[in-house]
């Protein structure tokens, strides 16, 4: 039923699907940008629903009080506690030991105005787990999105970002000036052992 309500949603607002050209691992930190309205993640969901890729991703739990607590949950979502965010990232990574197969989407953006760093949560959590990064994207000037490169966290930081600021240099959001360059504070307090 999502898969179809997911293609119909697509094809209504003329987007278009670009599929991974490997299937995806059955473990995967997925990161999602740019994020920078509040339709660029549903459009998200409903590629990954095209696609036949079941994610899970994180709210703010506010989301999921109420009436529309439910729905969320149906459609992947995960919440959380944003006040806690300390022992998030080694709760999530230890969610991959209990799981065969969990794409989990993590917002690196953080919100949905341009900033200055990343959060590195998505990072983290990856290579904690010890599991790759999937980028998966939404482009306004293309009307595409869908999933690219399968990245592995290696622990050099600015060379694993150098990675997603290649695959992710002129994509645009659907507010376009929101969008920033992905960039992790940990590279600029990063010591050159040289």
Known sequence: MLKLIARLYLFLYRWTTVRPEHPLPDKCVMIAAPHTSNWDFPVTIAMAAAADIDI???????????????????????????????????????????????????????????VEYWKSGFYRIAQQAGVPIVCAFVDKRTRSGG????????????????????????????????????????????????
Do not use: C
């Open 56 to 114: 899970k991703w994180l709210g703010k739990s506010q989301m999921f009080k109420g009436p529309a607590g439910p729905f969320f949950r149906w459609l992947g979502g995960i919440s959380v506690e944003r006040s806690s965010a300390q022992g998030l990232v080694g709760d999530l990574a230890a969610e991959f030991g209990r799981h065969d197969q969990l794409v989990l989407v993590v917002p690196a953006e953080g919100t949905r105005t341009a």
């Open 147 to 194: 999933f690219g490169p399968v990245i592995m966290p290696t622990g050099d930081v600015a060379a694993d970002m150098d990675k997603f600021r290649a695959f992710y240099e002129g994509k645009e959001g659907l507010k376009p000036n929101r969008f920033s360059t992905p960039r992790l504070r940990e590279e600029d307090t990063a010591v050159d052992p040289a």
